[in-house]
């Protein structure tokens, strides 16, 4: 009986040690081709197999990166997810900071883009970051962009979570706080978690209080935004401001 049981743990030794050069042989391919050749030609689940390993060795993070991405519906949902949901879904709080950490680089390598030019001629960029930003949060999220007289970006704040209800209260936020920055301009942003970005009765409302209150304090307001997974509008280009 010891002798089964000496064999039975040797073998399930051998097959773990198998198990981990198998996957440690993988990552080292994954590691050289990000290395050689940059991240492009990487499938997504790619992506997230590697962030994965750096915190759970020797196991094959295949599976679970490709689940991940198929339960959340995509690698932006997965990264921009609370670290509550994540560790619902099992994750070790090691490898959700790997995933919140992959997620606070992209979103800053995208913010430094709409930092280098005046914001209405870099029009792409900003909506690359803002959908990065908020297009994938469960919660409703307002941020507002303040501007100065150049239209260069002097700050980007989420003011806010909530619905855009009670506008008087939130543009006399919004107002007194370009004012304490000396902008002259901004952009207000809000999410739609439901993923429909078309403005609402409120949403148009708020605005137009905002324009009229920065009007009279000289704070001009060049657009809202609203972002939604399934896209973005602008009020501006829709002819609502």
Known sequence: MLGATLLGSAMNEHVGTAAGTKAGGHRGRLRKRLLEAGPQGFHDYELIEYLLALTIPRVDTKPLAKRLIHDFGGVGPLLSASADTLRREGLTDPTIAA????????????????????????????????????????????????????????????????????????????????????????IIVHNHPSGDPTPSSQDIRLTRDLVEAGRHMKVTVHDHVIVGASGRTSMRAMGLI
């Open 99 to 186: 995933l919140k950490i992959a997620e606070a680089t992209a979103l800053t390598l995208l913010e430094a883009r709409i930092e280098e030019r005046p914001i209405l001629s870099n029009w792409d960029a900003l909506g690359d970051y803002l959908h990065a930003a908020m297009a994938h949060a469960r919660v409703e999220e307002v941020r507002i962009l303040f501007l100065n007289a150049k239209n260069m970006l002097m700050a980007n704040e989420a003011l806010w979570q909530g619905s855009v209800d009670e506008a008087s209260v939130h543009v006399r936020e919004v107002i007194a706080r370009a004012i304490a920055l000396g902008a002259t301009a901004l």
